[in-house]
């Protein structure tokens, strides 16, 4: 309780205090939103661990060994995430539902325990030590957290993403629409491919440390993610990042529970998942309980404006 | 000819599901498709639109050759289609579903998106105004614009699901059994819907197991069995055809039911015997 009694007694110290963690949640909002795309197009996809790895390693190794600038930096390793997600996507993307999930995972394994902890330049099982920049403030990674999720909200009311919900349906009958399956599908997973690998490369800049374990880069990490999306509700760009939000911070929102935290955060997401199956930020809005008497949001066109 | 169809082939390993099947569909007709069940008409209509690949033979919308374009392509020249099971977009509203059959025609709005070209405000209400027409044109009041497809009637989603197709702004229409699993009342609706669609010009291929349906609406039609097309011709010459008659399964009951939808016909007088049927007998799904 402590830590909310903060946040609104003393706003400025809560801020200083917390960093870290602020700047975690904006991170793990904006890998969110890079599962949230994939979903949206109705691919049920967990390679977000892999890209994130990509980003964190390409950029880190460039600092270390080229000494260039970060933004170039940040840059190439995106570039990179984006062209892996080309190579991987082709093959993959053919695959739905739970098999599609398993190439996934097949991918972000065989990147960790293939490369990552095989070849010496990535310093193996060890990881990468470097000096933390400005890159790693807290007011960059909030800015690209709202800018992300500005542009994926944007792209959701346009063409693409009505043919991304038309695909998420029922790619069949999106085909007799004249919807090109197969390039809108790309299209979503290269663009999560490269929300993901700058969400890694941002937090490796937030850490002196590049910790290549399962936590990290692996299928726990793909797990967690897939939670931040279904949590929060995957109807709506904000819901991913409302469920990172609360999963990040359910250490704190269950402080009182002392040894048994693990137990009681596990009851809360069994208890949204059955009361709430879609997602936090459902198509109703905000409310997890809404009373008889409260309006309907009605149902809109795709694409107001 | 709109849709022209020369020996066309499809196999599955030995199984013959379209076995040189040469077809022609005119412009501004309905063309009738009937056969019994297995008998490869809905392989022919996926192989028409692209969802199953041709193995041998030639198709052409007007100019454009088919044989090898994949589905979302033929879509595009202007072939729509609708589905023997329903597959609309459930979660989306009945409006949504219409608006994404204008996907074809709808500028690439992307970069408007995101803030760096002016966004094509117009351009919106103007398909939301096209999507409620069309639901209008379909027989569906605008109140059910803003209901999930999932919620409606089954009647009223194989309306939508024409609204859809229609949408596509097509040259021609395949309705794959459009009138499956509807009651007698229903199937009159869908049958002046078929009528009303093609007296505005749109060329529409029907297939269908209710002969009365097809028998009643179609100018020509063409029998399909075991793959192959066994007769083809206005339905009363298809219906007294010796070897349709014959092919086709169940004589007794299958000629009545044939004999009855000629009946129902404006003009054409059927043997007195077989008018004097229930009707509610003799038709066959």
Redesign the interface.
Known sequence: MDFFIQLFSDPIGFWNSHTLLISQIGINGIVATSMFLVLYSGQLSLAAPGFMAIGAYTSVLMELYWHTPVVLNVAVAVILAGIVGLLVGLPVLRLRGVFLAIATIGFVEALRLGVILNVPITGEGLGLQHEADPLGGVPIILVSLVMVVF?VW??T????G??W??IR??E??????????ARYKMIAFILSALIASYAGALEAHLNFFVDPGDSQYGVTRAVQILTFAVLGGTGFVIGPVVGALIVTLLPYIFEGAGDYINIIAGIFLIAVIIFRPQGIVGRGGLAIVRPAWWPRS???????? | MLLRLDDVRRHFGGVHAVDGVSLDVEQGSIQGLIGPNGAGKTTLVNVI???TRFQSGQAWLESDELSGL????I??LGI??T?QNI???????A??NV???M??R?????L????TLP?F?GD?QER?KDAYALLESVGLPSSVG???AATLPYGDQRRLEIA??L??RPRLLILDEPAAGMNPSEKQGMRELIERLNADGLTILLIDHDMRLVMGVCRRVAVLNFGKKIADGTPKEVSTDPTVIKRCAAPRERRASMRSARSNRPRARAPRRASRRRPSSTSRT
Not at chain 1, 298 to 305: D, E, I, L
């Open positions: 542009v944007r792209l009311k346009g063409r693409l009505s043919a919900s038309a349906q029922d069949i009958a999106a085909l007799s629409q004249g919807i090109h399956v009605r149902a809109r066109a795709p694409s107001p404006g | 639109t692209g969802y994949p589905a979302h392509r879509a595009g729509a289609r589905f597959r609309l977009f459930k979660d989306l509203t409006l949504e608006l994404i059959g996907h074809v709808r500028r690439d709005d992307t408007a998106q995101l803030g966004v405000r919106e939301i803003p209901r999930h859809r197709a949408a596509l």
